[in-house]
């Protein structure tokens, strides 16, 4: 592919995912995407089938993404820990042969943490739309779901998968991974959304939020808001 | 206009309009189609709403009206009976109960009162879809779903703040437990409510278990929250320092 024509199907997939979080899948217009990306209508169809086809486009390739985030980590630090017996998981609660471990195990979780949500934070238009596509009544954009939930059937997560891979012994019951999904995922979504218009009404500056919410997020992971030393990752 | 057939045509156009703001999106639903499914001529639906903003105004303040209501019932049978009779103390960072029973019973009238409060929201689930679809527009600044966030606000503008704090003037919390409250227990039941016909879809689970594993969770969650007596109203007060027993 010539640059100017990947530069152009970059500009088309740009100039929809800004429709997108604007005005919505529906409100947004082919003809609008061609104007704002400054190409043809005929181009847009030349690589995509139609409307439909970018959405899924951008939702797959932003999954990609996250899920790249989740396996690097996986791979470059939890394995690490696994294999040199200093981390041990049994179902969804990591076991640490040494307080050093623990401590070693929390610098790393926290860094993935901040990885994670700045990287959601600069894709925030991905997620209104993410958000918005998962709302709409009858759709079968369930993409929101299907990637993060883990059901008993054997269906898993691309980061569960990496896991078990490594520790046969992960497994999450339903309980966790409902948990996860609505006390942790959305929120985390929500913040990410929300964040702007939650400063608006609390006064909060960015760095307060980001790092009221990292701390929420780490109590949750490590127990401490959980109690009873229910660890979960 | 106020007698019963009149009523009937209002609830019927408040029922419809909050159905297709749900369901098509505010924008997506036109008057036509509301005069049409309610069964009303367009004029009458004029004659109560003088615009389609003026609906979906009415339709959420009703709502956070009810809301509100039901955190003052709370507040009233509850909090304010148990700190003028002595068995509860408010102290800047928990509720200190004189018994091991009040504690209890605080515990189970909360309990109630969230499942209340559930039950009410299920029954609102195409309410608060219009509410989570509205807050995902860009540009629309302070939509309705920060009056949740009002409604945790320690200001006399809340009054269930300020109701609290009446019977108690050590009554406060940081904006930090705000925070927390809004995007972890808020928003997971708003979540939970708005794509709880998904997530039962996704994960094979019926109303029941959904309903069951949604309380056992929170349960588990407020867990941290008491310690002996006391009731901890600060994220990790409890548990941070290592406890002395």
């Known amino acids: ?233 | 206009m106020n007698d019963p057939q009149s009523v009937e045509a209002k609830e019927r156009i408040i029922s419809t309009a909050t159905e297709l703001f749900s369901k098509k999106g505010y924008d997506g639903a036109k008057m036509n189609e509301i005069a049409q499914a309610a069964a009303v001529n367009k004029a009458l639906i004029y004659y109560y709403f003088p615009t389609k903003q003026s609906i979906l105004d009415h339709i959420i303040d009703s709502f956070f009206n009810d809301v509100t209501g039901m955190g003052m019932d709370f507040i009233e049978v509850t909090i304010k009976k148990m700190i003028n009779s002595g068995r509860m103390d408010i102290l800047p960072d928990r509720m200190r109960f004189t018994t091991t029973e009040d504690m209890l019973a605080f515990k189970k009238s909360i309990f109630g009162y969230h499942q209340r409060i559930l039950r009410y929201m299920l029954q609102q689930r195409s309410m608060l879809r219009i509410i989570l679809a509205e807050a995902l527009r860009t540009g629309e600044q302070q939509g309705a779903l920060l009056r949740f966030f009002r409604l945790a606000e320690t200001s006399d503008k809340n009054p269930l703040f300020r109701e609290i704090r009446l019977a108690d003037s050590d009554f406060d919390y940081s904006g930090e437990v705000i925070f927390r409250k809004f995007f972890f227990s808020t928003m997971p039941m708003i979540n939970f409510i708005v794509f709880h016909e998904d997530y039962k879809k996704a994960s094979g689970m019926d109303d029941d278990e959904m309903l069951a594993c949604y309380l056992r969770t929170i349960e588990t969650l407020n867990a941290t929250y008491f310690d002996g007596n006391d009731i901890l109203m600060q994220p990790g007060v409890g548990t941070e320092a290592p406890r002395e027993h």
């Open chain 1, 1 to 233: 592919m010539e640059k100017s024509d990947s530069d152009a199907r970059e500009r088309i997939l740009c100039a929809a995912a800004d429709l997108f979080a604007e005005k919505g899948y529906e409100g947004a217009k082919m003809n609008e995407i061609a104007l704002s990306a400054s190409v043809t209508k005929g181009l847009i169809y030349h690589y995509f089938e139609g409307k439909q086809a970018i959405l899924d486009h951008l939702i797959r390739s932003f999954f990609d993404e996250v899920k790249i985030i989740g396996i690097r980590f996986i791979r470059e630090r939890i394995s690490q820990m696994i294999h040199e017996g200093t981390l041990d998981i049994q179902g969804n609660r990591p076991c640490f042969s040494s307080a050093e471990a623990e401590a070693s195990y929390r610098r790393e979780m926290h860094r993935y943490y901040v990885d994670l949500l700045d990287y959601l934070l600069y894709h925030k238009r991905m997620l209104r739309i993410l958000l918005s596509e998962a709302l709409r009544k009858g759709e079968q954009h369930d993409a929101l779901l299907r990637f993060f939930l883990i059901s008993e059937g054997g269906v898993k997560t691309p980061m569960h998968k990496e896991l078990s891979d490594l520790d046969p012994d992960v497994y999450y019951t339903d309980d966790i991974v409902f948990l996860k999904f609505f006390f942790s995922l959305l929120p985390m979504l929500n913040y990410i959304v929300f964040e702007e218009d939650y400063r608006t009404v609390s006064g909060l500056s960015f760095k307060e939020t980001r790092q009221m919410f990292v701390r929420a997020l780490e109590e949750f992971y490590f127990g401490d808001l959980v109690g009873q030393g229910v660890w979960i990752l």
